[in-house]
Structures are given as C-alpha cells and as structure tokens.
C-alpha cells in the first residue's frame, strides 16, 4: 500500500500533466473550432457551423501552390540530407578520421544557431554568388538546418552497433562496399528513417530561415504569415488547424519511431 504522502504526490503529478496538455493543445482545439463556427462581438455563433472554409483552401490557387512548394522542398531537403548525415556518420565515426570534431561543429552550427542569423547568412551568401533566391536557396537552407538532427541519428545507431559486424564481414572476405552495402546500411535504415521524418517535421514548419531564403516563392507557413496580417477569418484558422494536425502527426511518427528497440547484441 503506498503512503498518503505518495497519493498526494501521484494526484498532484497528474493534474500538472493535464494542465500542460491543456495549454499546449488548447490553441488546436481553438483553431477547429473557429474554423468551423463564426464568432462576432465574444460571442460563438454555433449556427454558422460549416466546412465551407476547408473547401475553400482547396480552391484557393495561393495555398496549393505554397503547399506544393513546402512539399518539394521538404522531399528535396530531406533526401540530401539523409544522404550527407550518412556519409558524415560513416567519415566521423571512422577511426582514422581527420578533422572530424572540427567537421562535427560544422554540422551542428546552422542548427544551433538563431534561425535568424543562419538565414541572414545564407542571404548574404546568397547574394555575392549572385545566385537567385527561389526554391533552390531554400531547399540549401533547409538541408543545412535539418542536417544536425539526421547526422546526430545515424551517428548515434553507427556507434551503438558492435564492430565485431565489420570485422566479421572482412573476415569473411567482404569488401568495403559490400560492408557496407550489406551490413551497415542495412542497420542504420531505421535511425535514417527516423531522422527523416524529424527533418520532415523540422522543415515543413520552418518559417525564420525561409523568410531570408525564399524570395518571391512561398511555402505554407509563408503564406499563412501573409494571411494573417488580414485578421484571422475562417479559412486563415483551417490552414492553421491543418498545419498544427499536420506537424503533431509528424511528431507522433517521431515519437513511436524512436521508442526503445532493445540493444543490439554482439553474436
């Protein structure tokens, strides 16, 4: 039987639980609802309920395009960074690696940093290359940002596995490639993927970097921003509702991807 004292600590744990999730979540709860009912002077006007506003977005040309470029950004960004995160993983965790703290500051800079300033930067780099901001300057900045949580992923799972895997590979005449082929990537497939779907995450809702990146191009947070400057309508708390559904979906696949595997064990 537990003490008093510990009831009282479980309760008193379980209410401040449930008072975070209310403040976290009441905000997305807000959003569907005033994105579905009317509300004038304070006052919440149940009869208007409608669906209306979702329609809408969808025959909205602004938002589909700024939703096609999220997309394609994020796909873009995310695949050359999973790339890049493997190979980094694969150079730093290497014995014989030269420079690999310094490079592993590198990697880690654009994601520590303010957005702001690693978009100023991509700015000013930008423009003594003379390179024309777009889609491209924002899939570069994207893939900077999102590329410390891939790399940190892939390294973390190439450093958990035994490296009785590699030398048993060599000694069965393997060569690198194929060790590679065959057993390390093999292995670091679920933590690429994980990383994935955090860079995913991380992407589709980067709004600072975008900004100084994207110049007459739009991404959905971009054009929720614009939206906004009008009053909040309706349609402006349905694109709200389906971003904040959207990013909590991505967490969740996060979360459930990243629970505990069990250790790999030395055969």
């Known amino acids: 039987m537990r003490s008093r004292s510990e009831r009282l600590a479980t309760f008193g744990t379980g ?33 208007t309920f409608s669906l209306t506003p979702y329609a809408s977005l969808w025959s909205n040309p602004s938002v589909i395009s700024a939703l096609s470029n999220t997309a394609v950004v994020a796909v873009i960004s995310v695949a050359i960074s999973s790339v890049c995160a493997v190979i980094l993983a694969l150079y730093t965790n290497w014995e014989e690696a030269i420079g690999g ?12 940093l303010p ?7 991509l700015l000013v780099v930008s423009s003594q290359l003379g390179i024309s901001r777009g889609l491209a300057t924002i899939v570069l900045g994207h893939s900077l ?9 892939a390294l973390t799972r190439l450093q958990a596995l035994p490296k009785s895997l590699v030398e048993a590979s060599f000694d069965l005449g393997a ?5 590679l082929r065959y057993v390390l990537l093999p292995h670091l497939a679920s933590a690429v993927m994980t990383g ?28 929720l921003w614009a939206m906004m400057r009008v009053g909040f309508t309706p349609e402006i708390n349905a694109l709200v509702t389906l971003v904040l559904l959207i990013s909590i979906g991505l967490s969740v696949i996060v979360a459930w991807r990243m629970r505990p595997q069990g ?5």
């Open 101 to 112: 703290r310094a490079l592993e500051v590198i990697i880690y800079l654009p994601f520590l």
């Open 196 to 223: 994935a779907v955090l860079a995913l995450t991380l992407s589709f809702d980067e709004t600072l970097i975008t900004t100084f990146v994207a110049g007459d191009q739009m991404t959905l947070p971009l054009r």
């Open 115 to 121: 957005p702001i300033v690693t978009g100023l930067s």
């Open 263 to 267: 250790e790999v064990e030395e055969e």
């Open 15 to 47: 209410i401040l639980t449930l008072f975070i999730f209310i403040v976290l979540y009441a905000p997305v709860f807000i959003s569907i609802l005033f994105s579905v009912v009317e509300i004038k002077k304070g006052q919440i006007l149940w009869e």
């Open 175 to 179: 060569s690198r490639l194929q060790t």
């Open 145 to 153: 940002f999102v590329l410390a949580v891939s790399y940190r992923l």
